[in-house]
């Protein structure tokens, strides 16, 4: 099983980054995903999910109607896509893969917002 994070970097505030986890050992479409992050001495916490379809997201407050998540099964791959970013959205981002029990986690990718 793996999951693979991609697209991090560094970003001035206001700007915009799509990030990519590509998922491998595993019936990715089974799977919910999340994205989560977390920000040095800080606890991780939630982003975003979407269903095992596209049907269903959610997001925290902190974060809606600015990032959106998304799917493509046939590529197994999920992604955010991270708009009006923040200095306060700087973080090691995360993804994570669950069904039921079953819970995968990524090695993370660095989002960095700052002039």
């Known amino acids: 099983v793996q999951l693979v994070e991609s697209g991090g970097g560094l970003v001035q505030p206001g700007g915009s980054l799509r990030l990519s986890c590509a998922a491998s050992?595993?019936?990715?479409?089974?799977?919910?995903m999340t994205w989560a992050r977390q920000a040095p001495g800080k606890e991780r916490e939630w982003v975003a999910t979407?269903?095992?379809?596209?049907?269903?997201?959610n997001y925290p407050d902190s974060v809606k109607g600015r990032f959106t998540i998304s799917r493509d099964n046939a590529k197994n791959t999920v992604y955010l896509q991270m708009n009006s970013l923040k200095p306060e959205d700087t973080a090691q981002y995360y993804c994570?893969?669950?069904?039921?029990?079953?819970?995968?986690w990524g090695q993370g990718t660095q989002v960095t917002v700052s002039s």
């Open positions: 994570k893969a669950r069904n039921g029990p079953a819970i995968y």
């Open positions: 050992g595993f019936t990715f479409s089974n799977y919910a």
């Open positions: 979407i269903g095992s379809t596209d049907a269903y997201t």
